[in-house]
């Protein structure tokens, strides 16, 4: 069983989580820039399998698009274009930054580490990795 690969993205960086090879645990993995997430991917594919990508959908509270939205559907659309093979879930990304940045105080880390935006990306991925897992019952 391959890995479940999930992101957070942003115009300017993309915030990276994956699942254990059993599927039960989701991690941050990594935030890479924007142009650089399909060589990021690329390489990480080379040493690990990868099931399936997990895409987290910007939408406003009333479940409408945002202005991000169509930035993520280029995103996802490239990915499809890049990985023909691998399958695409979208997956609502509402809270996602807040849940991270509150998940980083619980947690202790500094606040200096939490002004990084790289690990609110990173840790945002893994909130949206988790949430899917807990809608999918894995």
Request: aromatic fraction near 6%.
């Amino acid at each position: 069983m391959g890995r479940i690969m999930a992101f957070d993205y942003g115009s300017k960086r993309v915030g990276i989580a994956v699942t254990d090879t059993m599927q039960i645990i989701a991690s941050a993995l990594d935030t890479v820039h924007s142009k650089d997430v399909v060589d990021f991917v690329k390489k990480y594919m080379a040493g690990e399998q990868v099931d399936m990508f997990v895409i987290g959908m910007p939408v406003n509270l009333k479940g409408e698009a945002t202005n991000n939205t169509p930035l993520a559907q280029a995103f996802v659309n490239r990915m499809k274009k890049q990985f023909p093979d691998i399958p695409i879930h979208l997956h609502d990304e509402r809270f996602t930054s807040k849940i991270a940045m509150q998940a980083m105080i619980s947690g202790g880390m500094k606040k200096k580490d939490r002004r990084q935006k790289g690990n609110v990306d990173k840790i945002s991925a893994a909130v949206i990795l988790q949430s899917f897992m807990q809608s999918r019952g894995l």
